[in-house]
């Protein structure tokens, strides 16, 4: 097989060595690698099910996707057939497309890049007998009896034929036209992510293998979109010369499916990581997946701000450490200066503050002063809320016993305000935004 910068050159399959060589001189041959080829037919059956639940495999290249009952939500086939081919732009995958009320002659049609503009049985009749996927003895025999299209072949008699070319033909004949059932076996999706590279050249560079960690990262947005899944934590295991073996666990900080975001954590890591040996061999898996079908969206716009929240807290996550990136946690404790504290998890989710306590806490509570038997703080306050007591801490030796206030002044502020039932004096301990 060759990619589309070698076929821009005149190299195509069949071609030999020596004259692929002679049109450039600077070709890369690599091995072809069935189990390789196996495994992305397979990841790319799972990004399909996004269009139809009934994908089958159609080895050792193909993929069928039974998409008469999804036309009507898709809006019809030219828009279906355009996400199609844009979202496997995305994946880098060159692919050619077939259409046909019959799965052998889609799969003909597919491989051929044939979609009929009108009747598909029409298109079939006409299909060259030379570009049918059929044993080269098979083909050279109908070409000799002067068969050259798919429609001549179908026209003789049938007695005659079976005679000649046994009954597996006349079934093939009458399975791509429809006048025999072709039943395929639905594809099944693994309920976890793990994908086996093995790399043509050995990488020792980190810089290079960002290159592979971005292809797996492609291949599992495609899984997971084809699911509805997001992942939150995925692990790349590497293998090195000399049989030693390396991981590197990556965190996104949020359910995701996106190659953006999920990669730029990834290099972020990668900045900071040494290869011990090369690597001629990774692993990808991501082994806990979370529904992601649908996603709240607020009030007043789409969650697009929290998401680049959490995309920034796990990308300095990943190149600070986990240590180095803290956030606010409320703690279970009714001393209000003891009831949070700073955390480094980022699955750490504060609780709500209560409704009667302000959002700004005083570092240090400040004495106020009592003017007409009020206190006073630049303006004289009016309670405005019945108290809150607060009786705690007397088995770790700072024992508090106050009575918290909502507080108001003249000027519209509010003040969160305390008096210690000791001795009588008033402090301000918070604000109200």
Avoid at 328 to 339: I, K, N, S, T
Wanted: aromatic share 8%; proline share 6%.
């Amino acid at each position: 097989m060759a990619n589309r910068a070698a076929q821009a050159l005149g190299i195509q399959s069949g071609l030999r060595r020596s004259a692929a060589l002679a049109l450039a001189a600077n070709l890369q041959v690599a091995k072809r690698q069935p189990a390789q080829e196996t495994a992305l037919l397979g990841n790319l059956a799972n990004w399909a099910m996004q269009f139809t639940p009934t994908v089958c495999l159609d080895p050792p290249t193909g993929l069928l996707l039974e998409i008469e009952g999804c036309l009507g939500y898709f809006k019809g086939l030219p828009r279906l057939l355009g996400l199609v081919v844009d979202g496997l732009q995305v994946l880098e995958i060159q692919v050619q497309h077939g259409l046909a009320s019959t799965p052998l002659a889609a799969s003909w049609f597919a491989q051929q890049g044939v979609i009929p503009a009108t009747d598909w049985r029409q298109t079939l009749m006409q299909l060259p007998l030379a570009q049918l996927p059929w044993p080269p003895r098979l083909l050279q025999q109908l070409h000799d009896l002067g068969l050259r299209q798919f429609g001549e072949l179908a026209g003789l008699p049938r007695s005659g034929m079976g005679l000649r070319f046994g009954t597996e033909l006349l079934g093939l004949l009458d399975k791509a036209m429809g006048n025999e059932p072709d039943p395929r076996q639905p594809f099944v999706p693994a309920a976890c992510f793990e994908r086996y590279l093995e790399l043509s050249w050995h990488i020792e560079q980190v810089e290079a293998l960002g290159f592979v960690m971005r292809r797996l990262l492609l291949e599992l947005a495609a899984f997971l979109h084809g699911r509805g899944l997001g992942v939150q934590h995925v692990v790349f295991r590497l293998a090195h010369e000399g049989g030693g073996q390396s991981e590197l666990p990556i965190g996104f900080g949020k359910l995701t499916r996106s190659t953006g975001d999920m990669f730029a954590i990834t290099r972020e890591r990668l900045a900071g990581f040494r290869l011990t040996a090369p690597v001629h061999a990774l692993v990808l898996k991501a082994e806990t997946l979370h529904r992601l079908d649908a996603e709240a969206i607020g009030l007043f716009g789409d969650g697009q701000t929290q998401a680049d929240l959490d995309l920034l807290h796990a990308r300095l996550s990943a190149r600070l450490g986990e240590a180095a990136v803290r956030q606010l946690a409320c703690v279970a404790d009714h001393r209000p200066e003891r009831a949070w504290c700073m955390a480094s998890d980022s699955a750490t989710v504060p609780a709500p503050l209560p409704a009667t306590r302000p959002g700004w806490l005083l570092a240090k509570p400040i004495a106020l002063a009592i003017r007409n038997g009020q206190p006073w703080h630049g303006e004289l306050l009016t309670l405005l809320s019945p108290a809150e007591r607060i009786e705690s801490g007397w088995w770790e030796g700072e024992s508090v016993a106050r009575d918290y206030f909502q507080a108001g002044g003249p000027s519209g502020r509010r003040y969160w305000i305390y008096r210690q039932r000791i001795d009588g004096a008033w402090f301000l301990h918070g604000l109200f935004a």
